[in-house]
């Protein structure tokens, strides 16, 4: 549940971004890259929509066959929750239900087509930061909060890995080109880091800084690695009710690709190893999400 709904919100403001860049673009906006990693279109099929803002957005947001789909996220977290009433609060079910209705709604769907999306999207974004609202003040901090709380970073880190592989292979991983800047300004935008990274760089921006902030900096909640310490935050507080088997093995895995981000060695100013280290991240995520799923869930 906690994975989809982060999801959804890291969706959104990956979707907005990128169609800000698409007005922005004096040439056609190619959504090739967004298209490869949320949808499951054929080569045919996605040349015929990769340059139609409208048409991907609209695909990705409400496409009910595109299992990455906004709508299908939402879907899934309000049935997830609804299995587990009794373990969340009825104010974040309440709230879950309503931002289901939301984008079932025809307007966002007309909006999308004919009107401004902008205004769809961030009626959504909107309602997914309520959502998040009533989780932290609602939600007592026992079992049930952990659990949403290591899923939801497990996500983040995944959609932070996906997003800079998105917005890298824009400038083929070439950090030394001056072309390089705007996609890593648009990277700032999709995380919600533009402000932050201006408060503290002084309003010089350089390709390598931007990436350290967004792979390692450890008070931006948007980087890889505050995801990483906070995932094991929040799993070390659910030892009291594992199987200490299950516990030390989930354990080991979440410290190993903690220490193998933490104390990497990658090239930040020529960018070419940082393709690699964002693979060998989404790896150790996808093998911790796995386990959990195994030893937590009982799924195989």
């Known amino acids: 549940m906690a994975r989809y709904m982060e999801r959804t919100n890291g ?4 979707l907005r971004t990128n169609y800000v860049a698409s007005q922005d673009e004096i040439k056609q906006y190619n959504w090739r890259s967004v298209l490869q990693t949320y949808g499951y279109l054929s080569p045919s099929e996605m040349e015929t ?55 079932r709604e025809p307007s ?32 007592s901090r026992g079992e049930a909060y952990s659990f949403l709380n290591v899923g939801r970073f497990v996500e983040r880190a995944i959609i932070i890995t996906d997003v800079s592989d998105i917005k890298l292979k824009e400038v083929n991983y070439r950090l030394d080109d001056e072309l390089t800047l705007p996609s890593l300004r648009y990277l700032l935008y999709s995380l919600s880091g533009y402000e932050v990274y201006l408060k503290t760089s002084r309003g010089i921006m350089t ?44 354990d080991f895995l979440i410290g190993k690709a903690y220490n193998n981000l933490k104390y ?27 386990a959990f799923n195994k030893h937590y869930f009982g799924y195989n």
């Open 264 to 290: 990497s060695t990658c090239d930040l100013k020529g960018g070419v190893s940082i393709g690699a280290l964002l693979n060998q991240t989404r790896s150790d995520l996808y093998n911790i999400a796995i």
């Open 108 to 139: 966002i769907r007309q909006t999308i087509q004919s009107g401004d999306p902008i205004t769809a999207l961030d009626a959504l974004i909107r309602h997914s930061l309520l959502l998040y609202g009533t989780i932290d003040i609602t939600m």
């Open 11 to 14: 969706l959104l403001r990956v």
């Open 49 to 103: 929509i990769q340059y139609n803002s409208r048409a991907v957005l609209e695909y990705v947001m409400l496409g009910k066959e595109n299992e990455a789909s906004l709508i299908n996220s939402i879907t899934r977290s309000r049935e997830n929750a609804r299995a587990v009433q009794d373990h969340i609060t009825k104010e974040m079910w309440h709230n879950l239900n309503a931002y289901y209705l939301l984008i």
């Open 207 to 250: 390709p390598d800084t931007i990436m350290k902030q967004v792979l390692y900096d450890e008070s931006f909640v948007h980087s890889i690695l505050y995801c990483m310490s906070h995932i094991s935050r929040y799993f070390k507080r659910l030892e009291g009710q594992s199987i200490p088997e299950s516990f030390a093995h989930l």
